[in-house]
């Protein structure tokens, strides 16, 4: 007889994920959900299967702060392995073509400044875009040829941090949308040399680095109480944990009581932000994501953590 399942429960927050080799980001996120026997739960932006690193991950009320986090600058640490290219921009596909030029440390470091800025980039065939209602990947995979337009994207700083003749590694600082795997890509095709992705790791996702991170096999352990002085909730961070780059707004009981409502409040006080996003607390306790306009707090999304 099937043991019956125990009821999900409420749990908000943010768990900032080490996440594993060869594991998707769906399966990452239905791991910790259960873990946690939380209700809700979704992912701030996906992490390829065979990359590692910061995948993180809202849980509850914390849900409705994720564009905060997939909209931050996001750091990776990436090896580019020479003369091949293949269908996937990494490991995982096969190779596509080949070359036996290789290049020298001088010639990788002049491209690089092509690759900084606001530039045009075509994703990979094999990524989460959708074409026509399907993923990119899924299209891919079944064998259609898939066409994807360049689109701007932003990369604050790229670095050679590491070279040898048959590969070298590079640390990026990029905004939303951007693919490591195609800025290899490119770079090998720049080179003449070709190239693609053999490892890769996020290493900072918007306001969380990898001091905040843990691994699926630490919150087991905390699951079964092998961490002394530990509990699955000292993984977690709070809600407004997303929310370090955005105005806080501290707010009395009564106006608070009128923001859970979906009431606008006069803003008052000489240092109260003129115009843009806020988020109103009380007592430390977030209570809503909120607009400023027209010298008034009004709410877009409150949070509700029960009753």
Request: proline share 5%; net charge negative.
């Amino acid at each position: 007889m099937n043991q019956p399942r125990s009821k999900k429960v409420d749990v908000h927050g943010w768990v900032v994920l080490d996440k594993d080799f060869d594991m998707t980001s769906t399966h990452a996120v239905s791991q910790v959900r259960r873990l946690f026997n939380a209700k809700k739960g979704g992912h701030a932006g996906t992490l390829d299967p065979r990359a590692t690193g910061l995948l993180p991950i809202a849980l509850g009320e914390a849900t409705k702060t994720v564009p905060f986090v997939m909209d931050g600058r996001k750091t990776y640490r990436f090896t580019v392995a020479w003369g091949a290219e293949t269908a996937t921009d990494d490991t995982e596909g096969e190779v596509t073509a080949r070359s036996d030029t290789r290049p020298t440390r001088e010639a990788v470091e002049a491209v690089l400044p092509r690759y900084t800025g606001t530039i045009m980039q075509v994703p990979p065939k094999f990524s989460a875009i959708k074409v026509g209602g399907e993923r990119a990947y899924d299209l891919a995979r079944d064998g259609e040829e898939v066409t994807l337009e360049a689109r701007p994207i932003t990369v604050e700083s790229l670095k050679l941090v590491a070279f040898s003749a048959e590969s070298a590694a590079f640390e990026a600082e990029c905004g939303k949308g951007t693919y490591v795997r195609a800025i290899a890509r490119d770079i090998g095709r720049d080179l003449g040399c070709l190239g693609h992705v053999t490892e890769l790791r996020r290493t900072r996702v918007g306001p969380f680095g990898e001091d905040d991170t843990v691994t699926l096999e630490e919150l087991r352990e905390l699951v079964e109480g092998q961490i002394a002085d530990q509990t699955l909730e000292d993984a977690l961070l709070p809600v407004e944990a997303a929310l370090s780059e955005v105005p806080e707004v501290k707010v009395n009981r009564d106006v608070a009581g009128r923001l859970l409502r979906g009431q606008s409040s006069i803003l008052r006080g000489r240092d109260a932000p003129i115009e843009g996003t806020v988020w109103a607390s009380c007592g430390g306790d977030p209570i809503a994501l909120c607009e400023v306009e027209a010298g008034e707090l009004v709410p877009r999304r409150v949070f509700v953590f029960g009753p």
